[in-house]
């Protein structure tokens, strides 16, 4: 099996983010109500400072009370961002499965006799649900979070050296170490991932065969040998 490369994985990224290309308008007001809402929870925490420091302190119940109407104005408003962000994030979801499903299967009518006569059905059927279904989740919801942590994580740090530059240089390794252990348990994952797909192909193979030849297993009273065919 050979080792995709770091232009590999930009080439599958580029090729998913192509599906998103026919539905412009969708994404777009997916990620812009994405990056609303990622806006308003930096402004929030900036609201309790100031009714902490100049309602609290100086016991001005005038900033507390517009200090808390206005965090419960930006909650309704960030209700209906965030309903904006899933709803056409689970929009562009299905739509980009719905494509790959199509593309996938009229690939599939394509391919050469040779190919149908190597490959197996049941692991076919297995790419073209579980695989795509997890496609599906990082070309609508997962790449939006993604990016959403992103820019919280950026505009959080900005923020930090904003209020107090030398306190967060004390903060800043123990954030990146953070960060750098994400990555390192993402990379280790991600063969695993690759191997549990694997896997629940021949899974699903293995059933396919199995259960269309169910009227033969019985006939011969194989059932035991068709149960350790399952221990893939």
């Known amino acids: 099996m050979t080792k ?124 073209a649900t579980g695989d795509i279904t997890e496609t599906e989740r990082f070309a609508g919801i997962g790449l939006m979070d993604l990016l959403s942590v992103t820019l919280l994580l950026g505009g959080v740090v900005s923020a930090m050296f904003f209020e107090n530059a030398r306190l967060t240089l004390l903060v800043l390794p123990a954030m990146v170490l953070l960060v750098a252990t994400a990555l390192y348990f993402g990379n280790m994952m991600r063969p695993l991932f690759k191997k549990i797909q694997e896997q629940m192909g021949a899974l699903s193979a293995v059933m396919q065969e199995s259960m269309t030849g169910i009227g033969l297993v019985k006939a011969f009273a194989r059932e035991t040998h068709e149960l350790q065919k399952f221990d893939v």
């Open 4 to 127: 995709s490369t770091p232009e590999d994985k930009q080439n599958i990224y580029l090729r998913l983010l192509g599906y998103l290309r026919p539905y412009r308008q969708q994404t777009a007001v997916a990620y812009l109500s994405m990056g609303l809402a990622t806006l308003i929870n930096l402004f929030i925490p900036q609201i309790i400072k100031q009714a902490i420091d100049n309602g609290l302190a100086s016991r001005n119940a005038k900033t507390l009370f517009w200090a808390g109407g206005l965090i419960l104005a930006i909650a309704v408003v960030r209700g209906l961002v965030a309903f904006g962000q899933r709803f056409f994030g689970e929009w562009l979801s299905h739509r980009v499965a719905y494509d790959l499903r199509n593309h996938f299967y009229q690939r599939v009518q394509h391919l050469p006799f040779a190919f149908h006569d190597q490959a197996k059905t049941g692991d076919l059927m297995s790419r």
